[in-house]
C-alpha cells in the first residue's frame, strides 16, 4: 500500500518533466507561426557533431576546424572506451 502513494518528491519531478514537455510543445508552437517576412534575409546554417557508434560525424564547419573537432572527439571516444573497458 505504501508502495503506490506518491511522494511529494516524485509528485514534483513528474511537474516538472510535464512543465518542460508543456513549454517544448508552446515554443514550438510559436515559433511555427511566426511571420515569415519578419524572416526576411535571415540566412540560417545547420552545424553539429554526432556520434554514430564510435565514428563522430562533424558537419557544417569549414575543412580546418572539421579536421579540428574530429581530433578532439576521437581524443574523447578513446577516453571513454578506456574508461568503460
Known amino acids: 500500500m505504501l508502495s503506490q502513494i ?8 513528474y511537474g516538472i518533466i510535464i512543465a518542460g514537455v ?5 515554443s514550438l508552437l510559436l515559433s511555427s507561426r511566426s511571420n515569415e517576412n519578419a524572416n526576411e534575409g535571415v540566412k540560417r546554417e545547420s552545424k553539429g557533431i554526432v ?6 560525424l562533424v558537419w557544417g ?3 580546418k576546424t572539421q579536421g579540428a573537432l574530429f581530433v578532439i572527439l576521437l581524443v ?5 572506451y578506456l ?3
Not at 6 to 13: D, V
Not at 51 to 56: E, Q, S, Y
Open 6 to 13: 506518491i511522494s511529494g518528491i516524485e509528485l514534483f519531478a
Open 22 to 26: 508543456v513549454l517544448v510543445i508552446l
Open 51 to 56: 556520434f554514430l557508434g564510435p565514428i563522430p
Open 61 to 63: 564547419y569549414s575543412r
Open 76 to 80: 574523447v571516444f578513446l577516453s571513454w
Open 83 to 85: 574508461l568503460i573497458s
